[in-house]
């Protein structure tokens, strides 16, 4: 009988095009092995502009600062080599170090991948299909306690259909509809809150407007009036993310850890990664902007309820909290793609 090949300690391979799966992966073995004091301690290479020879040299290279480290390679399809470093480097990997290879469609006929699936950790990120995708909304569903009937569940994957992003982005609007009241949704409730067929969910605005993408915000509220989103819904999640990114700021300042700070920003654990993107978007504002920001927002959830026009009270709002600064700087910033 062959000898099975030696499983290679703290290396890890996530393979698949989700990339909602494999950040989540990611998220979780960073925080197992590091913790939240990630100061110095992750080090991300992409596979395009390195070779796995640099990568392994800086695996075996120690650092004089942290006791552990954690390499990441994304896109590590592209990463230019044979790969005999790192075959070497399964032998014999270093304790200390997490060593996270990201690939979307990895040669399995190439050795250096035969025997990284062979020895690593592996994770699969391809996208969930049938009772996969819904046993997945349904466990997701259950950590919220949001409570839906069979047929509501049925609803909300035909609408929105695999993409987890976009799932998890109506789970998100179908708990803000509940509320402090929960109770047991019905697929009429779930057409009415997740329906519209596929206008963009509100956590894109939520997050462009926290950056302070005065145009994409713009764009994404004209989108979502044109969909039939009600204007004080729309008003009501930028209000959320103006408050999200002043309490950023406030945990960032006391320096509070990282589990503590999305904890208090109220992230659910599936939704953890995003913190680091909030704490570099609330250090685009200051505590005067915030306060002008607030200021405009409240005055236009005065007139809206006034009957005021929706779409011009919500642009001037917009363009009073995230647009240009006082003095003429513009914080205007594309979204990178």
Known sequence: MAKAKTKAAGVHVIAGPDSFLA?????????????????????????????WSRVIEAARTGSLFVSRRALLVRGADA???????????????????????LAVKPDKRRTVWKRLFEA?????????????????????????????????????????????RRLMGEVEKLEAYVGDSPRKLSAEDVAAVAGRGFAQPLYLLADAMASRQVVRVLELT?????????????????VRSVRQVR???????????????????????????????????ARQW????????????????RILKR??????????????????????????RRPGR
């Open 247 to 281: 309490a950023a700021r406030a945990l960032a300042a006391a320096r509070l850890p990282r589990e503590e700070m999305a904890k208090r920003l109220g992230l659910p654990p599936n939704m953890v990664f995003k913190l680091p993107g909030i704490l570099d978007a």
């Open 120 to 164: 690593a950790e592996v994770t699969s990120a391809e996208p969930l299909k049938g009772r996969s995708l819904r046993a997945f909304v349904a466990e997701r569903l259950k950590r919220r306690k949001l409570l839906l009937t069979d047929e509501a569940l049925d609803e909300l994957l035909e609408r929105v259909g695999a993409d987890l």
């Open 79 to 101: 990463t230019k080599g044979e790969g005999d470093e790192l075959l070497s480097y399964l032998e014999d990997p270093t304790p200390e170090v997490r060593l996270i290879v």
């Open 307 to 332: 009957g005021a026009d929706v779409r011009a009270a919500l642009t001037g709002a917009v363009v009073a909290t995230c647009g240009p600064r006082p003095g003429g700087a513009s914080p205007e």
């Open 286 to 301: 200051s505590e005067a902007d915030l306060g002008r920001g607030l200021s405009a927002l409240g005055r236009a959830d």
């Open 23 to 51: 950040e989540e992966a990611i998220e979780g073995l960073l925080s197992s092995f590091l913790g939240s004091d990630r100061s110095d301690a992750i080090q991300v290479f992409r596979g395009e502009e390195t070779t």
């Open 222 to 238: 004209d989108g979502l009036l044109e969909e039939g989103e009600e204007g004080l819904r729309i008003l009501a999640t930028l």
